[in-house]
């Protein structure tokens, strides 16, 4: 059987986490660079080195060079640049969120259908081991019928760095550390335990300027009639971790360090299984580069592809529309 060769692609997008994804690019044998593109002429160059290949000019000039885009570029950009790939032909694999409104996302996923093309959304978390351990444990029934979910996924972002950029600016990221971070949770929660129906939010500004959010606690009501909580700050401590309780059990996941702990029914009687995996050093988005690899390949919808990206958003949509309004009640998911 002849091996098919490497799906060229090219990365727009390639400081900060651009390069995580370039990393995770580098260990996917079924992926190469064919171009790069980044308006930061410092960060091109070192990337066009890296891989041996062309620094585009710009964006539409890097979509002549490959075969699929990788876009680690600013929310408001992924509509059109999503539009312009499909358009030329692309397979498009876009970092979360999907974009920044669900009308914008649901425009991108209906362009890709009509142009055939794969669209994937890069929701990294459930892709960890101790993610997938955690989904086989709830389908298999090990902690019973689920009934919470709580969530903490926040970062010191605000002091960590400069308030500069376009996540800072009103308008650019809404609802800031719950659509960059706490996105995450909420695709990762919808994994293990279905989709959403309603939700509702708070938020405040503690460190940064008014009207720039900077944390944000949200309730989620699923189709189940499981509730959770998530919560997501830019101002607090680095803390990565999922509750899920079950009538027969509890399941605890860590990021960093990477466990799962696993609490039986018989609590103080019973000793927890712990479960620990290697130090967190981006299996996860080797994992969602490889699939997106596989999907292209194979032309099949990838495991989150545009309509699981917008899922989530509208999730993070809802809890926006509740933090503004004056009641901050459930609000119902729009149509995804």
Not at 81 to 101: C, M, R, S, Y
Not at 284 to 293: I, M, N, S, T
Not at 306 to 326: C, F, I, K, P, T
Request: hydrophobic content about 45%.
């Amino acid at each position: 059987m002849t091996e098919l060769p490497p799906l060229r692609i090219g990365i727009a997008g390639l400081g900060g986490h651009g390069r995580s994804i370039q990393d995770a690019v580098a260990a996917v044998p079924a992926l190469c660079v064919g171009a790069v593109y980044d308006p930061d002429e410092g960060e091109a160059r070192a990337a066009a080195d890296r891989f041996g290949c062309p620094a585009a000019p710009s964006f539409d000039a890097l979509l002549a060079h490959v075969d699929a885009v990788v876009l680690v570029t600013p929310n408001a950009l992924h509509r059109a640049q999503t539009q312009a790939a499909v358009a030329a032909g692309l397979d498009v694999f876009v970092e979360k969120p999907i974009a920044n409104t669900v009308a914008d996302g649901r425009a991108m996923v209906e362009a890709a259908d009509a142009a055939g093309r794969v669209l994937m959304v890069g929701h990294n978390a459930r892709y960890g081991r101790a993610a997938r351990q955690a989904k086989a444990l709830v389908d298999d029934g090990a902690v019973g019928e689920p009934v919470s979910v709580e969530i903490h996924f926040s970062a010191d972002n605000v002091q960590k760095g400069s308030h500069e950029g376009w996540r800072f600016q009103p308008g650019q990221c809404p609802l800031l550390p719950m659509m960059q971070l706490g996105i995450h949770a909420v695709d990762l929660a919808q994994y293990l335990v279905g989709p959403v129906r309603g939700a509702s939010g708070r938020s405040r500004s503690v460190l940064t300027q008014p009207g720039v959010v900077d944390s944000v606690t949200g309730l989620l009501l699923f189709e189940s009639g499981v509730a959770g909580t998530v919560v997501s700050n830019y101002c607090t401590p680095d803390l990565f971790q999922l509750r899920l309780a079950g009538t027969d059990g509890v399941l605890l996941l860590d990021w960093i360090p990477h466990r799962l702990t696993v609490l039986p029914r018989g609590g103080r009687t019973e000793a927890p299984e712990v479960r620990d995996f290697d130090r967190y050093a981006g299996e996860d988005l080797v994992a969602e580069l490889r699939e997106f690899a596989g999907a292209v390949r194979a032309r099949r919808a990838p495991e989150t592809d545009g309509r699981v990206g917008l899922q989530a958003l509208a999730v993070v949509e809802a809890m926006s529309q509740s933090a503004q309004s004056d009641h901050h009640g459930v609000v119902a998911l729009s149509g995804s």
